[in-house]
């Protein structure tokens, strides 16, 4: 098994542009979640998912899009790229109980 | 609403002595702790986890942690610490809605462990 992948690992973008970080689990988790991670305040959660079709908001979801139509991928979606969403992301899927596996985080920087 | 507060920002230790890193909760439902730990560059890996069993959890890497309830405490211990242990250490508490079956993590802010040869 891979776990959970994510890509890319690393990315600079500008003001204003969009993107996708790519997130998928090969463990046929039901619930996956996003984190961001930004110095001295652990990590916060963004969105998360609880099943194919099934997404919610987390505690800072603004900026940023979810959608989950398989089990295996729970991509998250930057639609106008700011500065204050430099950050580390991190995906992480569970088998539905409370224990989370995380993939190995996207470094992203917004200039 | 739960919430994780992490005593200390930063430990630093001598290797070969003991390492306690303390953490204490707030949860309206009967919580799940875990302790995870990030090496520099590096993604999370689970310590530990205690989810209503034994009260003293026992975790990778000879770590170990006590849930006491009274104290809403889950402090993460190691007899000896070694050089490899140097790394970032997040207390968390799991999340359960009732509502959404929301299945999420609030982390602690973290506690930076430095081993000085």
């Known amino acids: 098994n891979a776990g959970v992948t994510q890509t890319p690992k690393f990315q600079v973008l500008k003001t204003g542009q969009s993107m996708t970080l790519q997130c998928a689990q090969d463990?046929?988790?039901?619930?996956m979640s996003w984190y961001r991670q930004d110095p001295g305040m652990g990590l916060r959660l963004i969105h998360y998912?609880?099943?194919?079709?099934?997404?919610d908001q987390g505690e800072v979801p603004n900026g940023y899009n979810v959608s989950r139509s398989t089990t295996e991928d729970f991509p998250l979606r930057l639609l106008s790229a700011a500065p204050s969403q430099t950050s580390v992301y991190f995906c992480?899927?569970?088998?539905?109980?409370?224990?989370?596996?995380f993939g190995p985080g996207t470094r992203l920087t917004v200039l | 609403a739960q919430s994780v507060t992490q005593l200390d920002s930063h430990v630093s230790v001598s290797e070969g002595t003991p390492v306690l890193l303390r953490c204490n909760y707030s949860?309206?439902?009967?919580?799940?702790l875990f302790w995870y730990v990030q090496h520099p560059n590096k993604g999370l890996q689970l310590l530990l986890k205690?989810?209503?069993?034994?009260?003293l959890v026992k975790g990778i890497n000879g770590f170990e942690a006590e849930f006491k309830k009274s104290e809403t405490s889950f402090h993460l211990t190691k007899p000896s610490a070694h050089m490899s242990d140097a790394a970032e250490y997040f207390c968390?508490?799991?999340?359960?809605?009732?509502?959404?079956?929301?299945?999420?993590?609030?982390f602690g802010s973290g506690t930076r462990l430095q081993v000085q040869p």
């Open positions: 992480a899927s569970s088998p539905g109980g409370h224990e989370q596996f």
């Open positions: 463990m046929n988790h039901e619930y």
């Open positions: 998912s609880v099943g194919a079709g099934i997404t």
């Open positions: 949860s309206s439902y009967s919580p799940s």
């Open positions: 205690y989810t209503s069993a034994a009260t």
């Open positions: 968390v508490v799991s999340d359960h809605g009732e509502d959404t079956g929301r299945r999420a993590l609030t």
